[in-house]
């Protein structure tokens, strides 16, 4: 199931990228698993990683490799080579010298990533036999084959393309994610991939992909599960006809809202992608004190299995919305301020039910696709959003066999 | 379902307790759903209540009644008069003087407690007309009969009954309880009752209470959802021939130590039938640096959805176990010094999958109905213990049904 996504939209091309795909048979089934990003020369590459102190091996040489200005990506969907010890580790560094030797770069000029079960030893020789083909293949148009390719049990690609004028001149911005399981990112979502070809400094890059990320893939959760492998990768190859992106200009400032526009619509998308999803839910926490507090009301609404499976049944049982907002711990909440709306239909005011309410309205709203969750705390100007889904038959069914 | 619930106990009679049942009619079902219970004079009696800021109008009221050397408690299940804002307040206290006028107390030496749907307003008038036939009823050896009318959504009645030796007399024990579903515990369970014929002033009976429920009903989890009417009360009456419990006696680290069993005791029957559990997971969490970190270890894998589908499935996959564990939020864990048990099989240790692991011996342990869990985080010396289930079809079943 899938709630509400659109046919996965044109992608542009990235003046400076090329991606490659090819199937290593990680899997079972036969299709591309393996997907290589090469970023022309003096490209710029920012990234954010999972704080899961069992971070995979990939996410370690990522990390450790970033200072060395990479310009190739290596990703693997299939097998997430996480809790797989030193081998893990010994593994992940053969795959990036595999392809350092196919594509003529060094060894520590490789990104790579992995998603897919997690404790399994990564099949390292079907991945490097594979590498050639990938590097045949490289094409700058192949990005609908790379959103494919990194998929696990994701049911749909995931793809935003757009374009935004720097100065008068177009620069491409185009971003590829997946994950629909194991999802609250933290400090990024299972894998997004976004690439353009402005032209800008690291550390601003690294500032944007930030910002972005702390208001799209962090503000996401399917199952309250960070991941081991979670990463996030700005690419910025400096290939488009723009002047370079400088601090505090205003070229920074549409760089940067655009950034967070395409992380923004990765992560609905892995949310409309939630396992077994047939809703979702939009939950907007308003009036608080601070953004902190926001996040922690709107995220134990997210989380609790109770309001995910009344979202399921399409049941307005708003007395689980409050008990959630409830037991959230925000400090002397003084409940008879709060109000909690499902859509524009106010369900609670003055610490109960509200006068308006009826069970009709409510489930009006309940019937829909998509549903947003206000609740007002009534205690300041802080305002944050968190996307989720709804908990069905199917999430349970989905995990349940993942490994069968 | 349930996990390896055996039969409800004998009860024995707790001298100076008397309890009636009564079918109000409260919810559509004809069972009795009204419980009121009956202290003998001189009692002293000790409560924990929910920490959820919305908590109900009952909770509230019981909370300032217990000053007043309650006599009588009053329960309902069927409805929570949560959310109920004013109107609830009123309601509440409106029971309490119905039942004082019928049983010749004054009104605040009533507690109440209500379970069931939040957000309805309470059929006051149904309840108050049931409780002369409840007086009516009231006997010592009720306890059955009361554990069955406190239920909501479990699926047996539970209780415990036993008998200590107080300075060579005997002093009798009993508790019940009901939970299945909106279960993490934050002060208290659900809804637990626990009387004895020990004769203990309040503020000792309050120690050991809030001691008992710390060790059990606050280290269980079903769903991560604290109720807004979470309330455990402990009720004595100095009827046995024992003398009074003074603190530092040899008798007083007996008798809490007898609560604590009690409190452990119901703890795990709600866990065994927990919304549509088929397994009791039991999580120990060693060697961490101090209690509020083990805890927060456990239940960050208690409340995992993809750990409970796991384990619903019987599939060992540990890697989701080790991905909790990561995402805990223990500052400087070391992965390596990290060991994970499945029973007595090693499936984690030096940050990936053991050596000596094999999948037969992991898939053996999950085939069992009861499964311990064992971290050992190489920090300390603290260790504790969470209980919780797994996550079945019957948890979306019964949640996505439950006001239908």
Not at 37 to 42: N, S
Not at 138 to 167: Q, R
Not at 279 to 295: P, T
């Amino acid at each position: 199931m899938a709630v509400g996504q659109g046919d996965f939209p044109e992608m542009l091309e990235v003046a400076g990228i090329q991606l490659g795909t090819a199937c290593a048979g990680i899997k079972q089934t036969v299709r591309d698993d393996i997907l290589i990003i090469q970023m022309a020369d003096h490209s710029t590459c920012a990234a954010v990683f999972t704080r899961n102190a069992f971070c995979a091996a990939p996410v370690q040489v990522a990390k450790a490799n970033l200072a060395h200005a990479p310009r190739w990506l290596l990703i693997n969907s299939g097998n997430a080579n996480a809790g797989t010890g030193t081998q893990g580790m010994q593994d992940a560094l053969a795959s990036c010298a595999a392809l350092a030797a196919v594509a003529g770069c060094t060894a520590n000029q490789v990104l790579p990533f992995s998603t897919g079960v997690i404790g399994q030893p990564l099949p390292v020789e079907k991945i490097n036999a594979a590498l050639p083909s990938a590097v045949n293949n490289l094409s700058p148009g192949n990005w609908d084959k790379a959103a494919k390719a990194i998929m696990t049990t994701d049911t749909f690609p995931k793809g935003v393309s757009k374009v935004i004028s720097i100065e008068g001149k177009p620069v491409a911005i185009n971003g590829i994610a997946k994950g629909a399981g194991m999802i609250q990112p933290n400090m990024a979502t299972m894998l997004g991939f976004i690439a353009t070809d402005a032209k800008i400094k690291q550390h601003l890059l690294q500032e944007c992909l930030a910002q972005g990320v702390e208001q799209s893939f962090n503000r996401i959760t399917v199952d309250g599960d960070t991941s081991t492998n979670d990463a996030g990768v700005l690419m910025a190859t400096g290939c488009s006809a723009a002047p370079e992106i400088t601090r505090n200009s205003e070229s920074y400032m549409i760089f940067a809202d655009a950034i967070m526009t395409v992380c923004k619509k990765l992560a609905e998308a892995i949310i409309r992608d939630g396992e077994g999803a047939t809703k979702l839910m939009r939950i907007v926490v308003e009036q608080s004190l601070n953004d902190e507090e926001a996040v922690r009301v709107g995220k134990t609404i997210a989380h609790s299995p109770l309001v995910k499976t009344a979202f399921f049944a399409g049941d307005p049982n708003w007395g689980r919305i409050l008990a959630a907002v409830g037991r959230s711990g925000v400090e002397n909440m003084d409940i008879d301020k709060v109000q909690i709306f499902l859509d524009d239909v106010c369900i609670v005011k003055n610490g109960g039910r509200a006068d308006t309410y009826t069970e009709e309205a409510g489930q009006q709203v309940m019937n829909q696709e998509e549903i947003t969750v206000t609740v007002k705390l009534g205690r300041g100007e802080a305002c944050q959003e968190i996307l989720s889904c709804d908990f069905s038959y199917d999430y349970v069914r989905i995990n349940a066999e993942y490994r069968t």
